[in-house]
């Protein structure tokens, strides 16, 4: 059971990077893909200490795992960088690592206080 469980919250968060990530555009700062992580981000830290699941597993790796993304953060920098836009890509790289480790810490307190 918790296999079917895992894999419908894998379905779910990647459906739902897929929608919120469609169609954005190249050569900006991918700032669909870093909503979404910064989300998952938050999440995690909230799901993580909230006590809402026996299994946390289940939903931390399989939805949130899913639904964040560090190798289309990767493939997007990748991309930036050789079509000439380094300082976004360093930009993106820079918000990506703080905005989600300050997003996982505040769903930490915050999940603490549920």
């Known amino acids: 059971m918790t296999f079917v469980v895992f894999a419908v919250f894998a379905g ?17 700062l991918p700032t669909r893909t870093l ?3 910064v989300a998952g981000s938050f999440a995690l830290g909230l799901v993580t200490t909230a006590g809402w699941w026996v299994d946390p597993v289940v939903v ?4 949130l795992g899913a639904f964040t993304t560090f ?3 990767a493939a997007q920098v990748t991309s ?17 690592v703080a905005a989600g480790v300050a997003a996982a810490w505040l769903g ?7």
């Open 12 to 28: 779910i968060g990647a459906v739902a990077r897929a929608a919120t990530t469609a169609g954005q555009p190249s050569g900006r």
């Open 35 to 37: 909503a979404v992580n």
């Open 60 to 63: 931390t790796v399989g939805g």
């Open 71 to 73: 190798s289309t953060v």
């Open 80 to 96: 930036l960088t050789d079509d000439g836009h380094k300082s976004t890509a360093i930009a993106y790289v820079g918000l990506t």
């Open 108 to 114: 930490l307190i915050i999940g603490e206080q549920l």
